[in-house]
């Protein structure tokens, strides 16, 4: 009986084998034949991310994205992109009877009358304000810890247009509503493109119609905004997000890290897992914030008339770069062949892209210096490259005293400080104070190396003081771990690039091209013994390390 029950489960589970596959498995077969689908999950969704909390702040921006296309997908079903001027008559009384665009008419429509449209709006500019800001301090972590080092150049470049584009998006955003504020800001723009040399005045009537401020900015802008700016964004963004799993993510230094090998959690499901209840984590946020922290009161302002402008009228914080520069210029003007040249404004509305494209190219202009060629996939710590660090926050140092310019009216009202103080201040600390932040960012990096190399070669302080038998007092340094040596001694230091011997043994003076003397002179400013302190060498490490008199 045992046997025959034994053939007797051996011929089912053979006919349960034999069975036809379910639709789903069919569908999956069908999927897999054609697009190959099976092998690349299999290759792909175990690839292991590194975990670390700065890693976040990228996500941070992609999840500020996602949600101001789901919000403004939203808004984009009630406004009326249209410079046409209507008579208002509706919820907010203290408007009516007012005149004003059918633009900012809409808008309070939706402020008031849809159901949701104000926690809308104010979600919507509010992940816009979080998704420059998560950009930024997304690029200065890449920018601190050498990530843009190859391969990544390009995904840099690809990081830093969408910056600029959203910078650019943000301003034709928040100036659709043609409100005081924004038709002020939209004035700023005109004039600055009016003091382009020979070609302003052209510019500015083919964009606005005809004179300011007409009537088709507004139907122009509201394409840009919600069609091509966020449609090439979105194609960005996938290009990033492509290069960033190609190349793999970079990882900070550690046991068991190195160029070829990854310590992290794999991407499915773990990875996964965490980023899905991240994003609702933001969502959740910026709904918080739309809800119970009010921003861009519209019907404060009123509509847009030329010849009024708002009290403290300022641009989104992204922007205060560019509105720093200009109020704190002065007003040169200079008359050329007939031609008025403001350069009061010219200069500063210059200026702004030319800083930004220094950041755009630094990767390539450091790869140039150091002549390096590999590739590199371990973070510096940002105390190991001084001139680097130094430099990034001489930028922020930079941004932030023309954030005071941008807003001198707002300061010195609120601090009760003369106008004309704080633009002279702002106009000597231009210059003064990216170079005190570097060179204090400079000497507290090269500070933290000696800390380093003292520890590796001496130990942790431990506070313990012990008494020697001769009566001398001394505290008693505990050794680092090995990991910890690691992390400490891990990192390369680059020698300077150096022209060589100019003249040979024949006598003859060899040529040196004036771009190798510049690449040596910036190559030792930024890698030469000024710039860094000697880490500890193994010899030194076991003689001090060896005996008894450790």
């Not at 773990?270 to 933001?282: D, N, P, S």
């Not at 008359?335 to 509305?349: D, K, S």
Request: glycine content about 10%; some cysteine; proline content about 6%.
């Amino acid at each position: 009986m045992d046997g025959a029950r034994s053939v007797d489960e051996t011929v089912g589970s053979t006919r349960s084998r034999r069975e036809p596959p379910g639709k789903g498995e069919k569908l999956a077969d069908w999927a897999d034949g054609r697009l190959g689908l099976y092998a690349l999950a299999k290759a792909n969704m175990r690839k292991v991310f590194p975990d670390h909390p700065s890693f976040m702040l990228g996500e941070i921006a992609l999840y500020s994205f996602v949600v101001l296309i789901i919000t403004g997908i939203y808004l984009t079903l009630f406004f009326e992109p249209s410079g046409v001027e209507v008579v208002y008559h509706g919820s907010y009384e203290p408007l009516n009877g007012v005149i004003m665009t059918r633009a900012f008419e809409s808008t309070l429509d939706i402020s008031f009358d849809v159901r949701g449209g104000l926690l809308m709006r104010q979600i919507h500019h509010w992940a816009a304000l979080v998704f420059v800001t998560a950009m930024l301090v997304h690029m200065m972590r890449i920018f601190f810890t050498g990530a843009f080092r190859k391969p990544r150049e390009v995904n840099w470049v690809f990081g830093w247009t969408l910056l600029m584009l959203g910078i650019i998006t943000g301003l034709t955003g928040y100036s659709l509503p043609d409100d005081l504020l924004s038709g002020t800001g939209v004035r700023f723009a005109q004039g600055a493109i009016l003091s382009v040399p020979i070609v302003g005045t052209y510019l500015s009537f083919f964009l606005f119609g005809g004179e300011f401020p007409g009537h088709d900015i507004i139907p122009r802008l509201f394409p840009i905004h919600v069609l091509l700016l966020p449609g090439i964004m979105l194609g960005l963004v996938a290009v990033h997000l492509l290069l960033v799993f190609y190349h793999k993510h970079t990882q900070y230094p550690g046991p068991g890290r190195d160029n070829r090998s990854v310590v992290g959690m794999p991407f499915l499901p773990v990875y996964m897992a965490k980023a899905g209840g991240f994003f609702f984590l933001v969502f959740g946020v910026l709904t918080l914030m739309g809800g119970i922290a009010q921003i861009n009161p519209v019907w404060a302002f009123g509509p847009y008339r030329p010849d009024l402008v708002t009290t403290g009228a300022q641009p989104d914080w992204y922007l205060g770069f560019s509105e720093g520069l200009i109020r704190v210029m002065p007003g040169w003007e200079i008359n050329f062949w007939g031609h008025t040249l403001a350069l009061g404004v010219f200069i500063p509305f210059a200026l702004f892209p030319l800083v930004m494209l220094a950041i755009g190219v630094y990767p390539f202009i450091e790869a140039w210096i150091t002549g390096d060629k590999r590739e590199h996939h371990i973070l510096d710590r940002p105390r190991n490259a001084p001139v680097r660090t130094g430099l990034g926050v001489a930028w922020l140092s930079l941004y932030a005293v023309l954030l005071i310019g941008g807003g001198n009216d707002i300061v010195a009202t609120h601090l009760h400080l003369s106008i004309n103080d704080i633009t002279w201040f702002v106009r000597i600390a231009v210059f003064v104070v990216p170079v005190l932040a570097f060179v204090v960012t400079k000497r507290t990096c090269l500070g933290l190396q000696r800390r380093d190399r003292d520890k590796v070669l001496h130990g942790r302080e431990s506070g313990t003081v012990k008494r020697l038998p001769n009566g001398e007092y001394v505290e008693v340094h505990e050794p680092v771990s090995q990991a910890q040596l690691f992390t400490l001694t891990q990192h390369e230091q680059t020698e300077p690039y150096e022209i060589g011997q100019l003249v040979d043994k024949g006598g003859v003076r060899r040529r040196v091209k004036h771009s190798q003397r510049l690449r040596a002179r910036l190559s030792r400013a930024m890698f030469g013994p000024r710039a860094r302190i000697e880490k500890p060498t193994p010899e030194e490490y076991r003689e001090l390390t060896s005996g008894d008199h450790h």
